[in-house]
């Protein structure tokens, strides 16, 4: 089993918050979560919004890391929203399950594009960009995260 803490990053996928126009509220909402379920948060990063720059800091993230990566914001229908597909051109394989929970945990989680899945040993979850929402999609799945990262990781007996 993982020891605690296991480890995450976390990218916040904003226009506002690369420019310094907003605060980055959603992923310092997504890092205290993610301390307070055991986490051990060893890196935030802020991305533009746009296919390329979440595609370029998600291969950065995962690269040789094991362990959660969550991105907060890009992930509903606004032109420059495009997370999910950032986050599909670099996992190898899909977690629907995982994106289905948080999906259902909120009236507007019907609005997310968010995808799940798994680079190598790292598991990747988009969330929405509120803080409200961002919390309430992690919550949903943050009891399962750590076998997911044991499996990830090889550990595969029962």
Same mark, same amino acid.
Request: with cysteine.
């Given at each position: 089993?993982?020891?605690?803490?296991? $480890?995450?990053?976390?990218?916040?996928?904003?226009?506002?918050? =690369?420019?310094?126009?907003?605060?980055?509220?959603?992923?310092?909402?997504?890092?205290?979560? &993610?301390?307070?379920?055991?986490?051990?948060?060893?890196?935030?990063?802020?991305?533009?919004?746009?296919?390329? +720059?979440?595609?370029? +800091?998600? $291969?950065?993230?995962?690269?040789?890391?094991?362990?959660?990566?969550?991105?907060?914001?890009?992930?509903?229908?606004?032109?420059?929203? &495009?997370?999910?597909?950032?986050?599909? =051109?670099?996992?190898?394989?899909?977690?629907?399950? &995982?994106?289905?929970?948080?999906?259902?945990? $909120?009236? %507007?989680?019907? %609005?997310?594009?968010?995808?799940?899945?798994?680079?190598?040993? +790292?598991?990747? %979850? $988009?969330?929405?960009?509120?803080?409200?929402?961002?919390?309430?999609?992690?919550?949903?799945? %943050?009891?399962?995260?750590?076998?997911?990262?044991?499996?990830?990781?090889?550990?595969? =007996?029962?």
């Amino acid at each position: 089993m993982t020891v605690e803490p296991w $480890n995450a990053r976390v990218i916040t996928v904003s226009d506002g918050v =690369a420019a310094g126009a907003r605060e980055d509220r959603g992923g310092l909402a997504v890092r205290d979560a &993610l301390v307070a379920a055991g986490a051990a948060v060893d890196r935030m990063v802020v991305s533009t919004d746009g296919v390329d +720059a979440v595609e370029a +800091a998600l $291969n950065e993230a995962c690269a040789g890391f094991h362990g959660l990566v969550v991105t907060t914001g890009g992930t509903g229908f606004g032109p420059r929203d &495009l997370t999910p597909e950032g986050t599909l =051109a670099v996992i190898t394989r899909q977690a629907p399950g &995982l994106a289905e929970a948080m999906r259902l945990v $909120n009236p %507007l989680g019907r %609005l997310s594009r968010g995808v799940a899945g798994s680079v190598d040993r +790292a598991l990747v %979850l $988009n969330v929405p960009g509120s803080p409200k929402g961002a919390v309430e999609c992690l919550d949903a799945v %943050l009891d399962v995260v750590p076998h997911a990262l044991d499996l990830l990781g090889g550990d595969t =007996a029962h």
